[in-house]
């Protein structure tokens, strides 16, 4: 027996989704404004404080840096940002300043990372509080030199900046989730009307009595 292959006519497809054009930009709108309601109302801002370090190999400062010294630099940074995470480093950031969170909860909300991939050291941290972000990590810069130098043996690092606060929030991003929900909306839109076309399988006028039958049509009976 010959198995039929349906056809799938991608022109009609588009004829359907144009035809439905103002209800996919509807539900993409829906999805946006719930969305934007959730950010605003559901969800805690968060924002970010940061200061530089720079990182050196040596602990005497007025030794004349070389290549080879800056380079080795730039390989400690990874180093000293599992220092600067460890529970030496923050369980004194939170007995200095009485924070109410467990180490994991502020390690969590802190990142180290070079910038630009010099020997200049970023610490960021994120927090729902934009001034206490700040105050944690300028006791950071403080505690943690002379922790490195006393674990690491060979080395140091200073802040070179004061701290960054950010005024505004790291999280959520209200556009780009507006963007990303409405697109995602609008995409869902258009499958559920191509998957309810693919499966249409019934005879509804005289357009499906030739495609699914392949039979002519000789008249029309006129509504009364």
Known sequence: MEMEEEVIDLSELLRLLWSHVLQIVAVGLVAAVIS???????????????????????????????????TSAKNMIDTYAVIIKS????????QRMGLDMT??????????????????????VTNENPGLAGKIAQTIAEVAPDVIVEKVEAGSCKAVSDVEIGTTPVYPQTKKTMLLCALAGMVAACALLVV??????YIVDDEDVQKKLDLPVLGFIPEV
């Open 103 to 124: 180490y994991s909860q502020l390690a969590d909300s802190i990142t180290v990372g070079s910038v630009n991939s010099t020997q200049i050291m970023a610490i960021t």
């Open 36 to 70: 934007f309601l959730v950010c605003t109302f559901a969800l805690t801002p968060r924002y970010q404080a940061s200061v530089n370090m720079i990182v050196n190999t040596r602990q005497d400062n007025t030794t004349t840096m070389s290549t080879d010294n800056i």
């Open 87 to 94: 529970n030496l480093v923050l369980n004194d950031v939170i």
């Open 196 to 201: 309810n076309h693919l499966l249409h399988n």
